[in-house]
Structures are given as C-alpha cells and as structure tokens.
C-alpha cells in the first residue's frame, strides 16, 4: 500500500541532505561533490513502482490533493531523471571545482575567472581569458555530452517521445504554446534589440555588433560606470537598509543566512540553498562591488528566498514556491564554448554550464 507521508517524509529528508552538499561545492566550501551517495541512500523514493503509485492514486484525487499529488510526482520524476545521471554529476562539479586557468602565469580557479573576465577592461586581455576559460569548458563538455544523452534516453524509457515531452507532462507546461506566444515577440523586438545592443556595444566595446564576443558582452554588461554607487563593503548595508524601507527586517529572520564571503571556487551565480524550510536558508553571492553583478544579484536571491518563509500547512510543509538553488541551476544554460545558444541535442562535445547566464 502507498505510504504517502512516508514518502513526504523522506522526500523532506533527501532534500535537506541534496541541498546542503549542493550548497556546499557551490559556495566553495568543498570541491567533491558526493551527491551519489545520498541518491543512493534514498533509493527507494526514486524508482518506477513509486512514481507508477504516485500517479495512479493521483488520478482519483480531486481538489487540493490532486494537485499536491501532481506535484509530489513532478518532483519524484524529475529527482528519478537526476538519480539516473548522479555519477555524471558529480564528475562535472567535482572537475568544474577543481579547474583552474592560467592567467598571465599565474592559475586562479574556473570559477573566479569569469568575475576576472567580466571585470577585464583590455579586451585583448578578456579575450585570452576567454579562450583559456574555453579550454577548460571542452575538457568539461563530454561529461555534460554523456549526462544530456542519458537524460534524454531516461524520457524515452518512461514511456515519452522525448525528454521535452516528458517535463511537457509533468510541469503542465506546453512549450508548442510558449513558442507560438514567444516567438512573434522575438520577430517584432528584433530589430529593436539589434539597435540597441548594437548602440551599447559600440559605445562600451568600439566594435560591431556583428564583432563582438561573449566576453564583451559580459564585460558591457557588467556597467562598471556604477561601481561609485554600488562599493562592494557597501552591499549588505544597503540592502539591508532596502528590505527595511518594505517593511522587512532582515535581521530579525534568524533563518536566512546571507553567506557572502569570498572564496575562489565559490560559483559566481547567486543562489538559494534551502537546505531546511523555513529554518535554514542561505542566500549565497560573490560580492563583486558592481550593481548588475553584485548588488541585483543579492537583490534577486533574497526575492527567491521569501517563498522560503510562506506558509506551511498542518504538518509543517511549505505552500509556497519552492526558490532556485544551485542543485537546480548547476547544469542548466549549456552553451556551446563561444556562448552560442542551441536547442538541439548535443552532437559533439560542444555543451556547457555556463554559471554565468
């Protein structure tokens, strides 16, 4: 018979142990990532006779836990996929923590070279950042190769026609319909776009549009005219002194931890680690001193955490929107080495997390 708070249960558990060795390697305070040995532990959660149960007394649920089952088979689903690549996983973090690049002789990590990169004003020395970075990412690349191909291959053997398919289902989300809505939006927004990222390129890079590289992007993005405005030992005040004008005491909500020390394998994505909701939260930021880089970013993560602290029902689950942490961002935006997205499958190993899109 289906123990469906046993699963609850356990899938509470599993979380706050996922997270915490996900939060872990992305905030630099360990390079091995062991996220295997944690599937494995809670193997019984993530098999096809669970989701197969989950599923089928879901479908005569009606109301609040029809939809709290929908969702309970999303996350065992989604969690199955990632069981089947956990070793693939952690080989990428674990080698991705541990690269490092040779910058004028000297080698800092993967990692703390894309801050390095974005904040590079000598374009000719942004772009030999670039490519050293571009070295590092074909050496990462067949691993993220293998785990796409066997994620795709995991959606086929569920019973799908392809791995789009299979989060279609799941997520309720049909991206045929996305693409009809989006796509007339690219078209008429095209020649818009081109202008002015053209006029900022120009402006910031003295290059075209049509020259430009994925480091001067970065680097144009990045606004250092702002840097008087947003000081790097200025950051927390300020956003502190932010939230208390909306009304919010940051500091009086003892279970948000802002983790924002300077570590060089510390990823330079910001996230949210929930390791525990709605005890133990850590927003996790590099400080950059800068405000697209650093002050918004800060900005964003403490918006994801609020759903940290929604309500929570009678057994002390949360109602609200789980945030984005880093277990979920660790692999998502491939890129190919210049930065050029693409939505086909891999045919080469051209595919990398970028953490900084």
């Given at each position: 018979?289906?123990?469906?708070e046993?699963?609850?249960?356990?899938?509470?558990?599993?979380?706050?142990?996922?997270?915490?060795?996900?939060?872990?390697n992305?905030?630099?305070?360990?390079?091995?990532?062991?996220?295997?040995r944690?599937?494995?532990?809670?193997?019984?959660?993530?098999?096809?006779?669970?989701?197969?149960?989950?599923?089928?007394?879901?479908?005569?649920?009606?109301?609040?836990?029809?939809?709290?089952?929908?969702?309970?088979?999303?996350?065992?689903?989604n969690?199955?996929?990632?069981?089947?690549?956990?070793?693939?996983?952690?080989?990428?973090?674990?080698?991705?923590?541990?690269?490092?690049?040779?910058?004028?002789?000297?080698?800092?990590s993967?990692?703390?070279?894309?801050?390095?990169?974005?904040?590079?004003?000598?374009?000719?020395?942004?772009?030999?950042?670039?490519?050293?970075?571009?070295?590092?990412?074909?050496?990462?690349?067949?691993?993220?190769v293998?785990?796409?191909?066997?994620?795709?291959?995991?959606?086929?053997?569920?019973?799908?026609?392809?791995?789009?398919?299979?989060?279609?289902?799941?997520?309720?989300?049909?991206?045929?319909?996305?693409?009809?809505?989006?796509?007339?939006?690219?078209?008429?927004?095209?020649?818009?776009?081109?202008?002015?990222?053209g006029?900022?390129?120009?402006?910031?890079?003295?290059?075209?549009?049509?020259?430009?590289?994925?480091?001067?992007?970065?680097y144009?993005?990045?606004?250092?005219?702002?840097?008087?405005?947003?000081?790097?030992e200025?950051?927390?005040?300020?956003?502190?002194?932010?939230?208390?004008?909306?009304?919010?005491?940051?500091?009086?909500?003892?279970?948000?931890?802002?983790?924002?020390?300077?570590?060089?394998?510390?990823?330079?994505?910001?996230?949210?680690?929930?390791?525990?909701?709605?005890?133990?939260?850590?927003l996790?930021?590099?400080?950059?001193g800068?405000?697209?880089?650093?002050?918004?970013?800060?900005?964003?993560?403490?918006?994801r955490?609020?759903?940290?602290?929604?309500?929570?029902?009678?057994?002390?689950?949360?109602?609200?929107r789980v945030?984005?942490?880093?277990r979920?961002?660790s692999?998502?935006?491939?890129?190919?080495?210049?930065?050029?997205?693409?939505?086909?499958?891999?045919?080469?190993?051209?595919?990398?997390?970028?953490?900084e899109?």
């Amino acid at each position: 018979m289906l123990d469906l708070e046993r699963i609850r249960s356990d899938l509470e558990e599993f979380t706050t142990e996922i997270d915490q060795e996900y939060y872990l390697n992305g905030a630099g305070l360990k390079d091995k990532l062991e996220s295997s040995r944690i599937y494995t532990k809670f193997a019984h959660l993530f098999n096809r006779d669970t989701i197969d149960q989950v599923y089928k007394y879901g479908k005569t649920a009606k109301g609040e836990d029809e939809r709290r089952l929908t969702y309970l088979r999303a996350f065992l689903v989604n969690d199955f996929m990632e069981n089947q690549v956990k070793e693939l996983s952690d080989k990428f973090l674990t080698e991705e923590s541990q690269a490092t690049v040779e910058i004028d002789r000297e080698n800092i990590s993967f990692r703390q070279s894309a801050v390095t990169m974005g904040n590079e004003q000598n374009r000719a020395r942004r772009s030999s950042i670039f490519d050293a970075r571009n070295k590092v990412i074909e050496r990462l690349n067949p691993t993220l190769v293998e785990r796409t191909r066997v994620l795709h291959r995991t959606a086929r053997d569920l019973g799908h026609a392809n791995y789009a398919a299979l989060y279609e289902d799941i997520k309720g989300i049909k991206l045929a319909d996305l693409d009809a809505i989006l796509r007339p939006f690219l078209q008429k927004t095209r020649n818009l776009y081109n202008s002015a990222m053209g006029k900022l390129i120009q402006d910031k890079i003295h290059v075209p549009l049509t020259e430009a590289e994925k480091h001067d992007t970065t680097y144009a993005f990045r606004a250092g005219e702002f840097d008087h405005y947003f000081k790097k030992e200025d950051t927390i005040r300020t956003l502190i002194q932010t939230l208390a004008g909306m009304g919010i005491d940051l500091k009086a909500q003892k279970n948000i931890q802002l983790d924002v020390e300077e570590r060089p394998k510390k990823s330079p994505r910001a996230f949210v680690a929930p390791i525990r909701i709605p005890s133990d939260i850590k927003l996790v930021i590099l400080p950059r001193g800068d405000f697209f880089g650093g002050t918004r970013r800060l900005r964003n993560t403490v918006s994801r955490s609020r759903p940290c602290t929604a309500p929570r029902d009678n057994k002390g689950r949360s109602t609200g929107r789980v945030p984005v942490s880093w277990r979920q961002v660790s692999h998502r935006g491939f890129r190919l080495p210049h930065g050029i997205p693409s939505n086909k499958p891999p045919v080469a190993s051209q595919i990398h997390c970028d953490e900084e899109h």
